[in-house]
């Protein structure tokens, strides 16, 4: 009896080790047949309100189209749409210098400012990058001591749902595989990542296929401009916020809009790899290893109300995700063991009676098993993929063991509604409540993360429409064919998913999905797309109006610039959906077009938006004397929408997709395989960095609590540690240049 039962305990523990060693694409394509072919119900019901019949008509025009070139019959938009002629910017001087947007963009860009090349005196480092402004710190007597409760993170066995269990057995009640050392060295496992189908073109493996000198140096060429770009903004970041969340693009100045950790830092960790900044990664990493991930504030740091409540799926995929993805990069023990340090303080909003993490979670609160409440379908569900990463790579498996916990309850027969949309999930919905499934279905970023993370299965589409919404009562359905930015990575993970199953339709959908968001950045007076957008049905006589033209008879929009569609939001916010959806759209086909489209969109984004400091966001991209400039932008841009325009110019095998995986935050993590040697991007820390960078000891033993030295780190940055000072500041002079 004893044999069998150490035969079964070992048998699950080899079990749990497969589970965690073969790669999140695997897992993911296990876990897609629960959506088998609902997520159809969000693809316009209607095969007559279809945005191309030819998606191929992408227009390299800097003129939108109008509605005298686009006839309406019983599509809203269909046949040619518009001239296709006109040249590509050029690689050489992509922007006209005898234009003042032109001119401005050059000189912001120039290759005297970043030539691209190492300095002499520092060999990591690029010519023409500065290092961050000198730090002035509080004095150590006046920084007050902090609250116990906020010492250090709830117990993993105090969390609910995470207790400990008979030794080899699994909880059936709590989905959780109990707690043991994992190593993956030592795990002997058959098959694995290689038996998974490659997801890339296979003709990148023979660059004769695809390459020539003459393409290599456009888009060397190409991949320079986006590097220049992207200094311009890292520059201006360090120059007039480092430390902050944010920098204002116009105003100069830093706010903290997600916790005060220094969110642009953190999430452009793996960008500076990938681009090569070793130097630029070392002064970030000074400021990751400060960070204290308890002490949460906004950006008046004379406000002492802070109560430490942080945005649990923003804290896991682009937080927690980016330090995973710098240690997968780099070897960079300091990420993995801030990532760890992390995830010990997010892992308690877990502790619900679910589950499904609470959405607003308090650090330092112990849910004990209370009910989750309301929240979004992607808190509920994207953190699948940073968990099971943080597991594989420290061998602690209660990661993945809460991740199963609540994905074991999404999945469960409890959510048999009859107002649920199939097996779809609402934007909204309430976990200990499973009747209940009214409400909007779509594929927005409230929701996407979840079909992302499973790589849903698609049917056969009749020509791409538009991933909308629906609306359910109860009784009845509602479809609004809207587009937003942000469902347009949803073409992303259809594609991934096609190749991963081998179904030509599904990347065909894929296809036609990227070419209908590219259709919108083409529809507008600025090559822009707007965040929000409503195709509107022909048949409207509200509004439509009709226009008679010599032989033909047109239907023009009332009230709105730009052909067929009703403006939501007509601002423009440079997410990353779009080219991210066109980066895979070029790494799944190798069609050089999908480099052609991403220049035309970044050609005219950096134009339109450029500032001193940085890149700006436009308020109304309907206006037809251009656009006006709005004071933000968004830690994305240099964390996420960067990184997809320099990897569409770089070679294909770099961060390979059948080699990494990317979570739903732009953050690529390494797939595990046998016989991976790693990639490392990394040269090594600097000790002088370091030093200078540092908190003074003095400041580090106040926030210890020690009397000598001996933590790597979490004594607060010079941000956090001012706002722990004990009196009011009258504009403290944190940066130098302040």
């Not at 019901?45 to 191929?56: L, R, Y």
């Not at 802070?306 to 960079?332: C, M, P």
């Amino acid at each position: 009896m004893r044999e069998t039962q150490a035969n079964t305990s070992s048998w699950k523990t080899a079990l749990c080790a497969y589970v965690l060693s073969i790669s999140t694409i695997s897992f993911y394509s296990i876990l897609c047949v629960l959506l088998s072919y609902a997520i159809l119900d969000l693809i316009s019901p209607n095969p007559g309100i279809s945005v191309h019949k030819n998606p191929s008509n992408f227009s390299t025009s800097k003129t939108r189209r109008d509605s005298r070139q686009i006839p309406f019959s019983s599509d809203i938009l269909s046949g040619k749409a518009g001239p296709d002629g006109n040249l590509l910017p050029s690689s050489e001087t992509p922007w006209d210098p005898s234009t003042e947007k032109g001119a401005k963009t050059l000189k912001y860009l120039s290759k005297k400012r970043f030539p691209l090349t190492l300095s002499q005196d520092l060999p990591m480092g690029w010519q023409g990058m500065h290092a961050p402004p000198n730090l002035t710190w509080p004095s150590p007597n006046a920084i007050k001591p902090r609250s116990d409760k906020h010492s250090s993170p709830v117990p993993i066995d105090q969390i609910y749902g995470q207790s400990t269990g008979s030794k080899g057995k699994t909880n059936p009640e709590t989905w959780r595989i109990p707690r043991q050392r994992w190593d993956p060295a030592s795990a002997k496992l058959s098959g694995g990542s290689e038996r998974l189908l490659k997801i890339q073109w296979p003709g990148f493996q023979d660059k004769t296929l695809w390459d020539s000198s003459h393409q290599k140096s456009v888009t060397k060429q190409r991949k320079e401009w986006v590097t220049r770009a992207f200094s311009h903004a890292w520059e201006g970041y360090k120059k007039h916020a480092w430390g902050f969340d944010e920098v204002r693009p116009l105003s100069n100045k830093g706010v903290n809009t997600f916790n005060g950790w220094g969110s642009t830092i953190i999430q452009s960790l793996d960008t500076l790899l990938i681009m090569n900044m070793t130097r630029e990664y070392n002064y970030a990493r000074t400021h990751i290893r400060a960070v204290d991930w308890s002490s949460v504030m906004n950006s008046n740091l004379n406000d002492k109300s802070s109560t430490n409540v942080i945005n649990i799926f923003e804290a896991i995929v682009k937080n927690l995700g980016a330090l995973i993805s710098a240690y997968d990069l780099s070897g960079d023990r300091l990420m993995l063991s801030k990532a760890e340090e992390l995830a010990n303080w997010l892992l308690p909003a877990f502790g619900t009676k679910s589950g499904i993490p609470i959405e607003s979670y308090q650090l330092g609160l112990n849910p004990a098993g209370s009910p989750t409440g309301v929240t979004h379908l992607a808190a509920a569900s994207g953190f699948v993929l940073e968990l099971t990463r943080l597991s594989q790579l420290t061998g602690n498996e209660y990661y993945i063991n809460v991740a199963q916990r609540a994905m074991g309850f999404l999945n469960s027969k409890d959510f048999t509604s009859s107002s649920r949309l199939g097996a779809l999930f609402p934007t909204t919905f309430e976990p200990e409540k499973p009747q209940d499934m009214k409400g909007e279905y779509s594929l927005g970023h409230k929701t996407n993360c979840y079909y992302e993370y499973l790589i849903s299965l698609f049917r056969d589409a009749e020509g791409l429409v538009i991933a909308g919404k629906r609306s359910n009562t109860g009784e009845t359905t509602v479809y609004t064919p809207s587009l937003t930015q942000d469902s347009c990575s949803s073409a992303a993970f259809i594609g991934m998913g096609a190749r991963i199953l081998g179904r030509q339709n599904d990347l065909d959908t894929a296809l036609q999905q990227t070419e209908t968001c590219l259709w919108a950045y083409d529809s507008s007076p600025v090559t822009l797309a707007a965040e929000s957008m409503v195709v509107q049905d022909p048949s409207n006589t509200e509004y439509w109006a009709q226009v008679n033209v010599t032989n033909t008879t047109y239907k023009n929009p009332i009230g709105d610039p730009i052909p067929g569609v009703k403006l939501e939001d007509p601002r423009f916010l440079a997410y990353p959906d779009t080219i991210e959806a066109v980066f895979y759209m070029w790494r799944l086909t190798g069609d050089r077009k999908w480099q052609d489209k991403g220049w035309i969109m970044f050609t005219n984004w950096v134009e339109e938006c450029i500032t001193e400091t940085g890149f700006a966001q436009l308020k109304d991209i309907s206006q037809e004397t251009g656009a006006e400039l709005d004071d933000n932008q968004g830690v994305y841009v240099l964390a996420e929408s960067f990184k997809y325009y320099y990897l569409l110019f770089t070679d294909p095998n770099f961060i390979s997709l059948d080699n990494f995986v990317f979570n739903t935050a732009s953050h690529p993590f390494k797939i595990p395989q046998k016989s991976s040697s790693g990639l490392k991007l990394w040269k090594g820390p600097e000790e002088k960095i370091d030093l200078q960078y540092n908190p003074p000891i003095q400041n580090q033993l106040k926030k210890l609590n020690q009397n000598q030295p001996g933590h790597v780190g979490s004594w607060g940055t010079v941000l956090q540690q001012w706002s722990w000072t004990k009196e009011n500041l009258v504009e403290p002079k944190i940066h130098q240049n302040l």
